[in-house]
């Protein structure tokens, strides 16, 4: 392990020689996940959920090494009714928030209430799969391990912390067994769960990456793989953005546009803002992608 610092925003892949049978993967976000939410005006409490949520998005869209999109949304009952983070296998991350006014909440359960979180694998060929799980472990990283918990046939287990400049995030999981030979006789797993769960939120937030692994599992002989670079950036396009007026139907567009000449919709994600005149009305009424000249 030469390059021991986590001052890149990246994901990263380990394996110990001493525990064939786990992998261990880290996540740090710092200048990305500012450039994320910048734009955003959020309470501090919210912004940190979004952080962490977007953090363990890029943990699972690693973890599961598909071509497509992992999209992690809360839906709740308190102040903050909706929370979305992607991670796209091009490790291009995005989130954002609805909430009301969150008064003096601080707990995840005060912020979102009861409700889900929902895990999407959205690939770009093939179905997409879902599984949710209730708001009822206290934090994100809860209530993902209570999702594996339920629905992995892997053990795996996540940790997330954040301070106001930094999030990270380390990700272990058993590795199955391959060919039905055992790796039992030299498996090392539970002293590297024992030895995970020595972490602390101060050390996660801050330093997840080459420097944190060897300090906590040095004795199993950790290596590093090849970083994995996390960049903010935002899918959004006038022709998706479009697809909110479309829903509205032939009719009520149309009046919309009667009553008023130029329509304005904001990318939530990103900032950007779309508008639609009269002259959009025919190919937002078809399925024709939007005239070249109306693209911004
Ligand atoms: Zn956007």
């Known amino acids: 392990m030469t390059d021991l610092t986590a001052d890149q925003d990246a994901v990263r892949r380990y394996l110990c020689d001493l525990a064939p049978d786990a992998r261990l993967m880290t996540v740090h976000l710092g200048k990305t996940k500012d450039d994320m939410l910048d734009h955003q005006t959020m309470p501090v409490a919210v912004k940190t959920l979004c952080e962490e949520l977007v953090a363990a998005a890029c943990l699972l869209s690693h973890m599961l090494k598909f ?11 308190g ?15 995005r989130s954002t ?3 009301s006014d969150i008064g003096d909440a601080s707990t995840f359960e005060n912020l979102v209430g009861t409700g889900y979180l929902a895990v999407t694998v959205d690939p770009r060929q093939g179905e997409r799969y879902q599984g949710i799980v209730p708001l009822e472990s206290g934090s994100i990283s809860g209530c993902l391990n209570h999702y594996f918990e339920n629905s992995e046939q892997l053990d795996t287990k996540l940790w997330l912390a954040s301070n ?27 002293t590297l ?9 101060h050390e996660l937030a801050s330093d997840a990456g080459p420097l944190l692994i060897y300090k906590l599992f040095h004795e199993l002989d950790p290596r590093s793989f090849d970083p994995w ?5 935002c899918s959004c396009s006038k022709e998706r953005s479009a697809r909110a007026l479309r829903a509205l ?21 990103c900032g950007q803002v779309y508008q639609y005149d009269q002259a959009d009305l025919e190919w937002l009424l078809s399925d024709q992608p939007p005239r070249s000249d109306t693209l911004q």
């Open 164 to 190: 106001q400049s930094t999030v990270g995030g380390l990700l272990i999981q058993r590795i199955p067994e391959e060919g039905g030979q055992s790796l039992q006789e030299y498996s090392n797993w539970e």
């Open 79 to 93: 102040p903050i009714t909706m929370m979305v983070a992607e991670c796209s296998s091009e490790g291009r991350i």
């Open 97 to 99: 928030a609805q909430w």
């Open 193 to 201: 769960s024992t030895l995970a769960n020595t972490i602390t939120d």
């Open 249 to 269: 139907g032939e009719i009520e567009l149309k009046q919309l546009f009667a009553e008023q000449p130029q329509l304005t919709l904001d990318c939530h994600f």
């Open 229 to 233: 670079t996390i960049e903010f950036g």
């Open 67 to 77: 071509d497509g999109e992992m999209i992690l949304q809360i839906k709740g009952s």
